[in-house]
């Protein structure tokens, strides 16, 4: 497809368009193999390593949200200079649910920021999709996605090194966050979540900094599929079973897959999505 040219597919209800990029050193695309989309990221062979760079760096504090003013983090700002990273995320970053948010295997969340035309024309022009940090995110590109993204993929950001450690669960706070009521369950169904990040290596970041991959740990187990894995072919034993020997996979995470292989049952996803009690 020439250059310019867009790939379009369906993924969850939603009319995703996705611009197609002439190959490039250090950053292979490939075309769809099956609707919602299958992007090849990894190392080139020319130099080893694929690079792009920081948007913006986000964090904020604790506020209230909502109706019912429950504190929450998820209200994030751009940050100017350099800013520490340690092993739990930015400092001066905060979270209101330390239950649920926060702590060394959700240091950081990176959200692709061309996801936000996607929302755009799915709820309208809110107006937190005006700006990054719309969905709490501490970094945010454009060119890197859950398609293209694997766990345990391990980056150079600035002075840091940083390691995928999983997808993100949207909880109920999108909902209040968006004032849409279904909107943790939109993110869900589509996979447009977005990630997080441990830190391997604590030091200084600031916008504009390379993200630069330096390995691959586990290369076939993209985000995609693991959302997959989830919400789509819940009971797919075999896929399944491998999730569950993932060893950078948080326990947690691991522990979804073995229960279901135990009990072949899903677990219930509602309280998480709607607040309920």
Known sequence: MPPGRVAEWRRGGLHIRKPWFKSRPGLHQSAPEAPGGTLAFRPSSSNGIAMLLIDDVLAGPVAPLGPQGKPSGIDKTPVSGKIHVGI??????????????GGPEKALHHYA??????????????RVLAAPGAFGENLTTTGLTEDMVAVGDTFRL???????????QPCWKLNARFEVPDMAVRVQRTGLTGWYYRVIETGHIEKGDELRLIDRLSPDWTLRRIWRTLYVDTMNIDELAAMSELAHLPEGWRGYAKRRLATRQVEDWSRRLTGAP
């Open 113 to 126: 920021f061309e996801h936000y035309a996607i929302w755009r024309r799915e709820i309208g022009p809110k």
């Open 158 to 168: 600035g002075k840091i090194v940083i390691q995928v450690s999983q997808g993100r």
């Open 88 to 101: 739990e995320g930015l400092v001066n970053d905060e979270q209101g649910d330390r239950k649920h948010h």
